[in-house]
């Protein structure tokens, strides 16, 4: 593993000191060095993004933002068996996804994270499968390693929805075009082995490895300057103050779409059908 800017030792078996961020427990943050841990703490609902959620990890990046001493962010998911599973369906009927006055949420956007454009490198440790809105988390960091039990994929057009949090327009840009419209329109999975084979992460690890080797990345970006990674991330991902101006018309073009999509027949069958757990039945309107 590479050693980072603690003389012999590594990030990972550094001690690790809890930040108290808000989220109700849904969220866990813990720095370890000059990296923040942010777990989404919700494995009995496949850590499905709740209002919690939203918050907390919202208010773990703004902290990982605002503290010099942090140069580099992991999120991952508790357990072992999910990432995120995108959206809590129970949560979302209930309005808790909406900003509610929040105007930290708007600006976070999903998961308080795909909008959320931070200076610090992020990475995504992918313990399992992400599906939806797990993907979109992963199209919206910096760095990615994957589980080889991990999947991805966006699924939302087999529930009469659609990737609201970027990953309509993200995945086409972030694997080759006819690749990821097969994936979008189908809805099929892409494995983690085949994702790495399309850059959509950077590699691939057993998963009892997979947060040494997130850690170990992390060392990799801890041996340069902080202030010339952040610059340097800045001007690759085009931020300014916080925003990428480049995104602004994809977003208002899903809002648009979405709001249109969001109030048909079929959105409220797909949403029906998958509580009834039967197939759905279009009907195109």
Not at 7 to 16: G, W
Not at 188 to 210: F, K, T
Not at 236 to 247: H, L, N, Q
Request: net charge negative; aromatic share 6%; proline share 4%.
């Amino acid at each position: 593993m590479t050693i980072s800017t603690t003389e012999h030792t590594t990030t990972i078996d550094l001690p690790a000191t809890v930040v108290e961020i808000g989220g109700e427990g849904a969220v866990l943050a813990e720095q370890r060095g000059h990296v923040l841990l942010v777990t989404i703490n919700r494995p009995e609902a496949r850590n499905a993004v709740n209002r919690s959620v939203m918050v907390g990890v919202g208010e773990a990046l703004d902290f990982a933002e605002e503290q010099s001493d942090v140069w580099a962010v992991i999120i991952t998911g508790a357990g072992d068996k999910a990432f995120c599973a995108g959206a809590d369906l129970k949560a979302a009927a209930a309005g808790e996804l909406t900003d509610a006055g929040d105007e930290r949420l708007r600006r976070w956007g999903f998961a308080g994270y795909v909008t959320h454009h931070i200076s610090k490198p992020t990475i995504a440790a992918v313990n399992g499968f992400a599906l939806g809105g797990g993907t979109e988390i992963t199209l919206a960091s910096d760095l990615a390693i994957a589980a080889d039990t991990a999947n991805f994929g966006l699924p939302e057009v087999k529930r009469g929805i659609f990737a609201g949090a970027g990953g309509a327009f993200r995945l086409p840009r972030a694997i080759p075009d006819k690749i990821a419209m097969e994936a979008v329109l189908t809805g099929r999975p892409i494995s983690a082995q085949r994702a790495y084979e399309l850059g959509l992460v950077n590699r691939v690890v057993p998963r009892d490895d997979l947060l040494e080797a997130a850690f170990a990345l992390a060392d990799e970006i801890l041996q340069n300057a902080p202030l010339a990674v952040q610059v340097s991330k800045r001007i690759a991902k085009g931020i300014t103050d916080g925003a990428v101006p480049a995104e602004a018309g994809d977003w208002e073009r899903t809002g648009r779409e979405g709001a249109v999509l969001m109030a048909s027949a079929d959105a409220r069958e797909g949403m029906l059908a998958f509580a009834e757990k039967r197939a759905p039945k279009w009907q195109g309107k």
